[in-house]
């Protein structure tokens, strides 16, 4: 049976020669269109219908495109996050998702730690002053005398405290599930309220996913509750920190600064009010960049693709 897939995935999209021997064997008939960065809903009706499977990335699949898509069988996720899709209506229609749980857990706490050593040691302005000729010692700190509260202590936030704690950080954790005692009391993490967290933090790092309970959720009384020294990390989604309350906390003093890899809106528009911060680190969704990650996610979304396609053959 032949089948059609849609590879709207921007990280796959640039290395499907590698792949395509593995379509080919199996009758897939590859339909690839323009993606900058995503999806949105209008641009998939365009393009789901007769549609069997797709290979996506964080592309809005609404209840209007999944009722669209009669012939879909299969969404496989390329990553790990599956918040861009209606996952009731997926079920309600018997199409499959599927992802890569943990796939980048390990490039994403070393892109946090990154961000908390280039505010902690002033790095990326301490270089710029050299490059503007001025000889200026910032105030610097070590990560011993920080504390990191971790908002998601689930891959990602358990790697992390890993490492921040291999470098000498006292950290706090935050979640609304339990988290396993024997791993809390190795690394001596402490369990606290969102508020004891954010109030006691030097980091705040969040890596929770994005559903009812963390869309926004940190806003204008988070911010208000944070140190003035304290630095916010954002490498989950970008609806998890509501973006006029951080423009408001920043323009008012009451944050020392943020680092953002996710927004809410991607790409960042051009016009947005965090371009004008000095004390804001930005990055284009990167945090996942690992050369040996990237290449298990791209052959586990595939395998994924194909064995619900196949199982939905046989069930037919």
């Given amino acids: 049976m032949k089948w059609k897939v849609l590879v709207s995935a921007p990280y796959m999209q640039p290395v499907l020669d590698r792949f395509r021997h593995i379509f080919k064997e199996n009758d897939i008939e590859l339909v690839v269109p323009p993606v900058n960065e995503r999806l949105s809903e209008n641009e998939l009706l365009k393009w789901i219908e007769n549609i069997d499977g797709v290979i996506c990335g964080d592309d809005h699949f609404t209840e209007q495109v999944l009722r669209t898509a009669h012939s879909l069988k299969v969404i496989s996720k390329w990553g790990t996050g599956i918040d861009s899709i209606d996952q009731s209506v997926a079920a309600q229609l018997g199409i499959e998702i599927k992802n890569t749980p943990n796939a980048f857990s390990g490039p994403v706490a070393d892109t946090v730690l990154g961000y908390i050593l280039c505010f902690a040691r002033q790095l990326p302005w301490s270089d710029q002053d050299i490059r503007e000729g001025k000889w200026k010692k910032r105030p610097c700190i070590s990560l011993s005398e920080c504390t990191l ?13 890993r490492k921040a704690h291999a470098l000498g950080m006292h950290v706090l954790g935050n979640d609304l ?19 004891g967290l954010l109030e006691k933090s030097d980091f705040v790092s969040l890596n929770c996913d994005l559903n009812p309970t963390s869309f926004h959720l940190i806003g204008d009384r988070a911010f208000e509750i944070m140190k003035p020294t304290a630095c916010i990390i954002n490498t989950s989604r970008g609806s998890v920190i ?11 003093g009451n944050i020392a600064g943020a680092a953002l890899d996710v927004f809410e809106e991607e790409p960042l528009p051009s016009d947005s009010p ?43």
């Fill in 242 to 252: 509501n973006e006029p309350a951080l423009v408001r906390a920043l323009s008012a």
């Fill in 274 to 316: 965090l371009h004008g911060f000095d004390n804001v680190l930005l990055a284009p969704h990167l945090a996942n960049g690992s050369p040996a990650a990237w290449k298990h996610v791209h052959e586990n979304t595939i395998q994924n693709l194909l064995e619900c396609l196949k199982a939905s053959e046989t069930v037919g």
């Fill in 149 to 161: 509260g971790v908002i998601g202590m689930g891959n990602v936030g358990k790697n992390l405290v």
């Fill in 177 to 195: 599930i339990e988290i396993d005692g024997e791993f809390l009391e190795e690394l001596g993490v402490e369990m606290v309220s969102q508020t």
